[in-house]
């Protein structure tokens, strides 16, 4: 029976290493001291460190980065998230410290335990602490000592000052025989002297506070062994006014026994998920995501020899809100310390390329020379329903507009996130707007980054989720920071490419148009320009008395505004393509516009935001047309939206191509 035993023990052995090549030190480890069996249907390794039991349990599969939680106690209680955890990938590690309550030599063999599992396992440097009743001891003594190096802590009914349990100096009824071995293990020669004690768990949290370790109890409300009130609450109420990040999850349902020390855990996915939701690292590699193109030698250049650089910002409101466009420019002045910097923030909420490329002399060009620009639309010109052709027109607009005012400049695409896009990627296709958006960077070799497909793949990767974590379109701060680590990154390889002292910064070739009609000469056309009958008027300083929102240079500005039907207006221009800035909000209209006397086409100016926002919107009336004079007319529709509240019309602007 043993020889069978011991033949099993070496055919699941050889299963192991074979299926898992990269695991295989473990079945050394066992081969060398220790023995394997089956743990839930999964690798069970168990073996002596220093004279001690110890017991790796590995997943089939293990994560990047190999994360792991440090059962402290009481390891075969409760299990149900550990069988979650290892499932997903998790290993889980237990060396029995029993007798020494968390005490300074527990800590010590801790420390020499750990440095063998992350040394010779190559486990990953944070671990997840766990910690079931007097294990609470042990995880925050040892987290205390060792912050750096734990990723969270999750306790259960945690002992958090001895002086409650085992001593029973309040209302615990203690243990007086844990007590005794307490003492000793300590080295307390009385109950005075163990009560100075300044260095319980409750006493030493400002370490853990300041790295920001998340903490998870769970408990029950009317546990008479390890009372909450003399041990969670006060030490949550205090690790939460240091800054600290902490959860209590009281666990009322079930049957609880051992004067309420006993209790089922009703949720533990809520435990798995709080564990691995904080362990787990940033496996994919961001560089994935990134097409360098043709590179960013003459900024590098600029900055870093030349010492003053201009970098504009260039998009919607994931551009104009603060977050990853902060990071970047700290990050520049951090990079170039010696360099002057100015920073031209051209984000403006709603607007996608075709905006942009009208917009673009007025916000970016009239600072001067810009040497990087970094340039996001993805989100809005899908969202915006903007055509493929005027897609690929306005991209192509701003990067030829750039490139003839300073052949030099460096521009960065980015492809921002939302769930459409993540929808698109996740059936096997490119999104049509981020296609569409390539087709013109690879045309003018731009470097380009994904940071759609980047998320879409890490949130499938499960580093994190959209409804708890990224929020929305509009990123959380986590967001913002998943955004600034990719640039960044992207960054770093771009300027780590070796610059040889006589390079110099060289023009970007120029190619033929992708598109012969695309917006590389836009302007904005003062309203001035226009003619109109009497149903039509300037109000010089428009503001709206309709309690709805407004956007900065849309309001307390000049605006052609037509709200009644009939009446005409006409605008002459010279160019190949023709539109109007409006500000669209509950009473906006339609229009009938044509032309050159061409026939007349209708177009509904309310939008799906317009209930609750004067939104400014880009309406281009015509493209594609030949490049010399035209003429176009405008008069307000008898009909309207059934939404809207009027028929209004308000130019901001024309724009002309």
């Known amino acids: 029976m043993h020889k069978f035993i011991s033949i099993l023990g070496l055919l699941l052995i050889t299963i192991f290493v074979c299926k898992f090549g990269a695991q295989n030190i473990y079945a050394q480890n066992v081969a060398d001291q220790g023995k394997a069996s089956l743990w839930k249907g999964f690798d069970r390794f168990d073996f002596k460190f220093e004279g001690r039991d110890a017991r790796i349990i590995a997943p089939s599969q293990a994560l990047p980065g190999s994360p792991w939680v440090w059962r402290a106690r009481f390891p075969d209680w409760h299990t149900e998230a550990d069988s979650l955890l290892v499932s997903e990938g998790f290993h889980l590690v237990y060396i029995n410290t029993d007798g020494k309550f968390g005490s300074p030599d527990a800590v010590r063999i801790w420390n020499k335990f750990y440095d063998h599992l992350t040394q010779r396992y190559k486990l990953q440097k944070k671990v997840a602490l766990a910690g079931v009743s007097r294990g609470g001891l042990f995880v925050y003594n040892w987290?205390?000592?060792?912050?750096?190096?734990?990723?969270?802590?999750?306790?259960?009914?945690?002992?958090?000052?001895?002086?409650?349990?085992?001593?029973?100096?309040?209302?615990?009824?203690?243990?007086?025989?844990?007590?005794?071995?307490?003492?000793?293990?300590?080295?307390?020669?009385?109950?005075?002297?163990?009560?100075?004690?300044?260095?319980?768990?409750?006493?030493?949290?400002?370490?853990?506070?300041?790295?920001?370790?998340?903490?998870?109890?769970?408990?029950?409300?009317?546990?008479?062994?390890?009372?909450?009130?003399?041990?969670?609450?006060?030490?949550?109420?205090?690790?939460?006014?240091?800054?600290?990040?902490?959860?209590?999850?009281?666990?009322?349902?079930?049957?609880?026994?051992?004067?309420?020390?006993?209790?089922?855990?009703?949720?533990?996915?809520?435990?798995?998920?709080?564990?691995?939701?904080?362990?787990?690292?940033?496996?994919?590699?961001?560089?994935?995501?990134?097409?360098?193109?043709?590179?960013?030698?003459?900024?590098?250049?600029?900055?870093?020899?030349?010492?003053?650089?201009?970098?504009?910002?260039?998009?919607?409101?994931?551009?104009?809100?603060?977050?990853?466009?902060?990071?970047?420019?700290?990050?520049?002045?951090?990079?170039?310390?010696?360099?002057?910097?100015?920073?031209?923030?051209?984000?403006?909420?709603?607007?996608?390329?075709?905006?942009?490329?009208?917009?673009?002399?007025?916000?970016?060009?009239?600072?001067?020379?810009?040497?990087?620009?970094?340039?996001?639309?993805?989100?809005?010109?899908?969202?915006?329903?903007?055509?493929?052709?005027?897609?690929?027109?306005?991209?192509?607009?701003?990067?030829?507009?750039?490139?003839?005012?300073?052949?030099?400049?460096?521009?960065?695409?980015?492809?921002?996130?939302?769930?459409?896009?993540?929808?698109?990627?996740?059936?096997?296709?490119?999104?049509?707007?981020?296609?569409?958006?390539?087709?013109?960077?690879?045309?003018?070799?731009?470097?380009?980054?994904?940071?759609?497909?980047?998320?879409?793949?890490?949130?499938?990767?499960?580093?994190?989720?959209?409804e708890e974590d990224f929020i929305n379109l509009h990123p959380s701060p986590f967001g913002q920071g998943v955004y600034a680590r990719s640039i960044i990154k992207f960054l770093n390889d771009a300027f780590n490419v070796s610059t040889r002292a006589n390079d110099s910064i060289t023009s970007h070739r120029l190619p033929e148009r992708l598109d012969e009609f695309c917006f590389d000469e836009g302007s904005l056309i003062d309203i001035s320009s226009a003619k109109y009958s009497e149903n039509w008027y300037v109000e010089a300083s428009w503001n709206p008395d309709d309690g709805t929102g407004v956007r900065p240079n849309y309001v307390n500005v000049p605006m052609l505004v037509g709200d009644r039907p009939a009446g005409w207006l006409k605008f002459k221009f010279r160019g190949n393509a023709v539109g109007i800035a409006v500000a669209a909000g509950q009473d906006a209209g339609m229009i009938e516009y044509r032309i050159d006397q061409g026939d007349w086409s209708t177009l509904d100016l309310f939008t799906r935001w317009s209930e609750h926002l004067h939104l400014p919107w880009y309406y281009t009336l015509a493209s594609g047309l030949m490049p010399s004079d035209h003429e176009l007319e405008i008069k307000i529709a008898s009909n309207k939206n059934e939404k809207s509240n009027g028929h209004a019309c308000r130019i901001r602007y024309f724009y002309v191509n």
């Open 143 to 466: 987290a205390a000592k060792n912050p750096s190096n734990v990723s969270c802590i999750y306790a259960e009914a945690p002992v958090c000052d001895f002086k409650s349990w085992p001593a029973g100096f309040g209302a615990s009824p203690g243990s007086q025989v844990d007590w005794e071995r307490l003492k000793k293990e300590y080295g307390f020669i009385s109950d005075e002297d163990a009560n100075l004690y300044a260095l319980n768990p409750v006493d030493q949290l400002a370490a853990l506070a300041k790295a920001k370790i998340p903490i998870l109890h769970m408990i029950a409300l009317n546990d008479k062994i390890v009372p909450p009130e003399e041990n969670t609450f006060p030490l949550i109420n205090k690790y939460i006014r240091m800054g600290g990040v902490a959860t209590v999850n009281p666990c009322t349902q079930g049957v609880q026994n051992l004067q309420g020390h006993h209790f089922e855990i009703e949720t533990p996915r809520v435990v798995a998920d709080f564990i691995k939701y904080h362990s787990i690292n940033y496996p994919l590699d961001a560089r994935d995501y990134h097409e360098i193109g043709s590179g960013l030698q003459n900024c590098y250049i600029q900055f870093d020899r030349k010492k003053h650089g201009r970098v504009a910002f260039l998009g919607g409101s994931i551009t104009y809100n603060p977050g990853w466009r902060d990071s970047v420019s700290n990050f520049l002045i951090k990079r170039f310390p010696e360099t002057e910097f100015e920073f031209i923030e051209a984000g403006i909420p709603s607007m996608g390329t075709t905006p942009a490329a009208f917009r673009l002399e007025r916000d970016v060009l009239l600072h001067g020379k810009v040497d990087l620009l970094f340039e996001e639309a993805a989100v809005n010109d899908a969202t915006n329903g903007r055509t493929r052709d005027e897609q690929i027109r306005a991209m192509e607009g701003i990067i030829r507009r750039l490139r003839k005012y300073n052949p030099a400049i460096d521009i960065v695409m980015m492809h921002f996130v939302d769930p459409d896009k993540m929808k698109s990627y996740r059936s096997g296709q490119e999104p049509d707007v981020i296609k569409n958006h390539n087709q013109v960077a690879a045309h003018y070799n731009i470097p380009t980054i994904n940071l759609a497909k980047e998320v879409t793949d890490r949130i499938d990767h499960g580093e994190f989720t959209w």
